[in-house]
């Protein structure tokens, strides 16, 4: 029984979501929202929260948690160039037949977005950005010193590394936003690395204007990402990687210098090498400020 117990918890690893796979769901930046804000050449400032989970379940249940409060921030160092970063306070816990908890800061972010097209409007009225982003992620927060409880700790003790492209086409109201996106994890202290990852982002919205400083822009898009294999010590660990769909509806709204974010996103099909994982839905809420 022990050992089961011991087993779900490392099968675990596999969703402990890193990098900016969860965190840019509950990040309001430049590389998910190019040409979608309405003050998106702005510096801003904000605060975040997402929540997270799973089910495994073979012998007994534990329902796994994940909750992050995200200090996030933007400067446009340039019209071309904006570096973003975020800090994040992870609490991450897990209940049923096992409970644990871990708690504190997690590994930091800092992004570099650039503009390689951004065209207001051409001959057909039709606006198009074009973004591409270097990501890097610190190891800040804290790695769980024992093994069992490596999927719930606040950070992964490795520095990883992500590039993204992200489109966005809008004509009049309506608009299409296309993003991809891979992350390349790095190795921690044990010889411990998760698997890279890559994601594919579909999102269609509407641009609605009320008077001259009210927007409200509601969104329904869908999520696709694959992850590879966990290694320790040059070997692949069994039971980790594979693959998640997520469908999702969002609203930004949007009132002169204040931004109301959120997004809910179900999963709609897994195929994972760890059978008895479930993925749960998620959600996200964030307040932003735009400074001048």
């Known amino acids: 029984m022990k050992f089961s117990r011991f087993v779900f ?4 690893n596999l969703f402990a979501e890193n990098l900016w796979g969860q965190c840019m769901c509950s990040m309001p930046s430049a590389n998910s929202n190019s040409g979608i804000f309405p003050q998106y050449l702005n510096h801003f400032v904000g605060l975040g929260y997402s929540q997270n989970g799973y089910l495994a379940s073979s012998e007994e249940v534990n329902r796994f948690r994940f909750q992050q409060t995200n200090l996030i921030t933007r400067i446009s160092v340039h019209k071309k160039l904006q570096l973003l970063g975020m800090l994040p306070f992870n609490y991450n816990a897990v209940s049923g ?4 908890k871990e708690q504190g800061i997690g590994d930091a972010q800092l992004k570099l977005n650039y503009f390689i097209v951004n065209r207001k409007a051409d001959c ?25 409880k490596r999927s719930i700790q606040t950070g992964t003790g490795s520095t990883d590394y992500s590039f993204n492209l992200n489109y966005v086409a809008r004509y009049k109201e309506a608009g299409i936003m296309l993003e991809s996106q891979y992350n390349f994890t790095g190795i921690d202290k044990n010889e411990f690395k998760f698997g ?9 919205f509407l641009w609605m204007q009320s008077g001259k400083h009210l927007q409200i822009i509601p969104s329904i898009y ?4 694959r992850i590879g294999m966990d290694v320790l010590r040059g ?10 769909v997520f469908t999702g509806i969002g609203c930004d709204v949007y009132f002169k210098r204040m931004g109301l974010l959120g997004t809910y996103q179900n999963p709609v099909y897994h ?11 998620r959600f996200s809420v964030s307040f932003i400020y735009f400074l001048k």
């Open 9 to 12: 918890l490392l099968i675990a």
């Open 97 to 100: 037949y096992h409970t644990a």
């Open 124 to 148: 057909f009225k039709i606006k198009q950005f074009l973004t591409g982003g270097l990501a890097l992620k610190l190891p800040t927060g804290k790695m769980a010193t024992d093994v069992s």
């Open 196 to 204: 890279n990852s890559y994601s594919i982002d579909g999102k269609l």
């Open 222 to 225: 869908s999520h696709f990402r």
């Open 235 to 244: 070997y692949y660990s069994e039971n980790t990687g594979g693959s998640t």
């Open 271 to 281: 195929n994972l090498r760890a059978t008895d994982v479930t993925p749960l839905s």
